[in-house]
């Protein structure tokens, strides 16, 4: 079956930087879009970054944020940087099939990571 287990979660101060992945298995991780989402208790899953032959970022994390892929390994990371409070959550990784057509809507998606907690103290 598909898995999706995402790592490198943690505890950081404000300006630093975390670098999370995700590994896959169980997909033909070629013909997927991948995407970083994140939520906090109470609100909506919200988009991050897709990387869907090129990537695309949401406002509040572009600059800080790179998502990147590797193909033969299967898998897809968050390099983040300039942490901030607002940054606190879990995130989580996601396959879309459609390699080329990645999305920012989370129910667009096909499979989902458990998630991993960044926290980013002030």
């Known amino acids: 079956q598909v898995q999706l287990v995402e790592s490198g979660g943690g505890l950081v101060q404000a300006g630093g930087s975390l670098r999370l992945s995700c590994a896959a298995s169980?997909?033909?991780?070629?013909?997927?879009?991948m995407a970083w989402f994140r939520q906090v208790p109470g609100k909506d899953r919200e988009f991050v970054a897709v990387?869907?032959?090129?990537?695309n970022y949401a406002d509040s994390v572009k600059g800080r944020f790179t998502i990147s892929r590797d193909n033969a390994k299967k898998t897809v990371n968050l390099q983040m940087g300039s942490l901030e409070p607002e940054d606190t959550a879990v995130y989580y990784c996601?396959?879309?099939?459609?390699?080329?057509?990645?999305?920012?809507?989370?129910?667009?998606?096909?499979?989902w990571g458990q998630g991993t907690q960044v926290t980013v103290s002030s």
């Open positions: 996601a396959a879309k099939i459609g390699r080329l057509y990645g999305s920012r809507w989370p129910n667009d998606y096909n499979y």
């Open positions: 169980g997909l033909t991780f070629s013909s997927y879009a």
């Open positions: 990387e869907s032959g090129g990537t």
